[in-house]
Antibody, heavy 133, light 111 residues
Framework: QLQLQESGPGLVKPSETLSLTCTVS???????????WGWIRQSPGKGLEWIGS???????YYRSSLKSRVTISVDTSKNHFSLKLSSVTAADTALYYC????????????????????????WGQGVLVTVSS | QSALTQPRSVSGSPGQSVTISCTGT?????????VSWYQQHPGTAPKLMIY???KRPSGVPDRFSGSKSGNTASLTISGLQAEDEADYYC???????????FGRGTKLTVL
């Protein structure tokens, strides 16, 4: 059974970089050429916001409003993918989830090129990151 | 990147049916057949309930169904059970620039 687990500091100072890792177990990222891997956040008491996703070959897709601050990377040897969000402010305080990100039907080179993204399943349990001095 | 519009709350009695709407635009819900729905109980991660508008993942009861008409997608839960009380979020593909947009969520109360 595929499981995802987020890890990283729960407290980050304003203007610094938030760094989180999502470790995948029960399956291999490199053998999962049919999926993407994504990050989603949920601010306290608020809704869900997609941050970005990555394909196992390193191709990334980012939320346009966060693109200048976000870097998502993948390490297939460690079977994990990571999120870095720079220049954080209190507005970045949230519960951060990682999830497998499904494609729009069978994966194809065109899907990878354009980012044909669909559903999220399964999700990690989430990690709360607070931005505060 | 405006969020999809969902009612803040809906309610129903056990055994009844409820429908949660998710309204977007032709740039997201109306333009693609890639709408998904998630159930979130307090303190837990979201769970995929419906994908590609109307497909149900393995293990999701057939009481949950999805549909779409124009720019509005809908999640219908029939035969309401107490355990269905949760927050529900819709999500849609929104093209190769925006990619993904979520709804603001709907709180379902089982009376």
């Amino acid at each position: 059974q595929l499981q995802l687990q987020e890890s990283g500091p729960g407290l980050v100072k304003p203007s610094e970089t938030l760094s989180l890792t999502c470790t995948v177990s029960g399956g291999s990222i490199s053998n999962s050429s049919s999926y993407y891997w994504g990050w989603i956040r949920q601010s306290p008491g608020k809704g869900l916001e997609w941050i970005g996703s990555i394909y196992y070959n390193g191709k990334t897709y980012y939320r346009s409003s966060l693109k200048s601050r976000v870097t998502i990377s993948v390490d297939t040897s460690k079977n994990h993918f990571s999120l870095k969000l720079s220049s954080v402010t209190a507005a970045d305080t949230a519960l951060y989830y990682c999830a497998r990100h499904g494609p729009q039907g069978p994966m194809s080179p065109d899907h990878i090129l354009t980012g044909s993204l669909s559903w999220f399943d399964p999700w990690g349990q989430g990690v709360l990151v607070t931005v505060s001095s | 990147q405006s969020a999809l519009t969902q009612p803040r709350s809906v309610s129903g009695s056990p055994g009844q049916s409820v429908t949660i709407s998710c309204t977007g635009t032709s740039a997201d819900v109306g333009g693609y057949k890639y709408v998904s729905w998630y159930q979130q109980h307090p303190g837990t991660a979201p769970k995929l309930m419906i994908y590609d508008v109307s497909k149900r993942p393995s293990g999701v009861p057939d009481r949950f169904s999805g549909s779409k008409s124009g720019n509005t997608a809908s999640l219908t839960i029939s035969g309401l059970q107490a355990e269905d009380e949760a927050d529900y979020y819709c999500c849609s593909y929104a093209g190769s620039y925006t990619f993904v947009v979520f709804g603001r969520g709907t709180k379902l109360t089982v009376l």
